[in-house]
DNA sequence: CACCGGCTTGGTAACGATACCATGTACGAC
DNA sequence: GTCGTACATGGTATCGTTACCAAGCCGGTG
């Protein structure tokens, strides 16, 4: 049974393999492979068969040396898919890559500027037509760079400060605005903000949101309710039982993502954090959606956007400017994002 | 300011280029960039200055057609990352990938064989080292053909009918057998079932657990409480109230996965169907955890395993593959699963 | 002083696929 | 019957890189 298998793996066959087979040049069964017509009906079939009896792929690294060949790839560089917030902005990368018959390579740059540098180094290497990044940090050289070099690269949901470079944003700034100025409306003060450090710009926008909304309703934002920090979910349980620890604990959090709204979260359903009169618990309002929003026994206010949507948007950008010849300058867009409400009542039977 | 931009796109420099800028020739530039050893400090330094400069990276297609050279690629072929339980195998591929110094370029198969199969092919033309694929259905010809042609292969989660490739699973029929032994021993009957079509592996072992357990117990299936069927979110909260709505509801529902559960969940968690007295409502047994269900207002075991440390080992017995030359047996590994109880009781205060 | 050995450097060919051009064939038109 | 044209096929060169071999240079040794 097992005797006839080699031992050394088989080397892979080659098109001249298939041509040989077939009886014809490697230029006619190259014609019938790469289906630019011009080969005979008998001819095609005849290399056909051989090909699959071979079971024949084309080596995509050779085709690609030739100049003016494209390598079909598209590189994507996510921060993390730990979370799905990223896994929902690669899926909408990937649908558009398959529509424009692309191939998506992906890295994960777990936030890492210096990652992030190597493997736009790596993808590049590999002959990618364009590039889609979340960028780490806003300090990022590499990608100005590489964009400068003329590789076609559109930011998702992150811009970067200096380099021309296409975006594509969400409307952090507003939303927060209005969300946050809801509830300094309904006199919730002080508020605690949670949120990534202001490196990433995300974090920065949605701070100044935070900020905007203070100054609208003519309120000092309390510096000691600050909390710029990574969202490790350890450290963010901790700071938020110090918050709600202090003499005055803040009637509501901002949580600028969803990684932050899901651990303090954690801590107001803890058991023994009890708000006995209902209203003085406090209210949460978040960025970013997260799965069982909905079924979470607590009221919360989301600011959510559709992520794929995003996505799709950014790799369509890159794959615009891979279609066109000329250098045409950087564009920025934003996607709307609306506060939904969310969660059940807690004890309301 | 823009006028030094050039309006076609800027030709890629070559290792000749740098070669030239260093004042050396092309093998010793190759040499330097591939960090081969026996060259000179000083010619060393030139190169990379040059090679600095220019911007060059690689061009590793014209690499790879060498014979004998690497391409650094893992292919890996998941279902969909919608379901937040792949990020995570991914995840845990990405960083054996990462360990072993190769990339991964990711395909979704969204379920489809045919897509899965075009995949394999685009794959393996892009000259991957090895492929780690969660098969969408247990027939898949084009895997056996895959691993039969020599491509290092190892399938994750799911198993394949024929085909000699290396598996892990997860222990999806022990842990469903005792977890719904535990509920039949309550004396809880009759026990609904949701869970994929039986050409999914993993649904079928989960339902042969279920089964088994059944058996185990002395109690006959009853067929009208089970639903194979795909995990569309709309169906299967008609499918949960259709039971519920029975003259004999179900004692409990056993979710084959995490879209099942999470849909099952929010039918059980709506407030028309109140169960006035505690002890009637449904219990809900799930495999595959998801993100919150700590914090779900409803008491659920779920059968849980490491999502990530499966990704891993099957991406380390791709590695192995590749790293020995011989063809050996292949091998299937199963990870442990154990049912964990979470969420938080309803009204309980 | 001749020779040897080690070290550095460069020339050449080859990987697999395809663009370009040249050649061959068949058939219709005058 | 000859020529032209359209179509089918094949030969050759080339893409960027690196393995292999050859050659040059140096200092040391007999």
Redesign the pocket.
Known sequence: MEQGADIARA??P??????NMA?????????V??D?????A???RKVHAAAKKLG????E???L?????RSGLLGVIVTNIDNPYYAQVLLGVEAAAKDAGRQIITGFSHNDPRLEAELVRDLSARQIEGLIVVPARADAPHLAAAAKAGMPIALASRSINHGRVDTVLVDDIGAVRTEVGKLLDEGRHPIAFLGGEPTITTAARRYAGFVQAHTDAGVEVDQRYVRQMPSEPAAVVRVTRELLAMDEPPAAFFTANNRFSINVLRVLLDPHARWTPHSTAPRLVGFDTFELADLVPYPLTLIEHDAQALGRLAAELTLRRINSAERTPPITMTMPSVGVVHGLQPNSS
Do not use: H
């Open positions: 080397r892979k080659t098109l001249k393999d298939v041509a009886g014809v040049s490697p230029m006619t069964a190259s014609r492979i790469g630019k017509g011009g080969v005979s008998e001819m095609t024949y792929a084309r080596n690294a050779a085709r040396m030739r100049p003016g060949q």
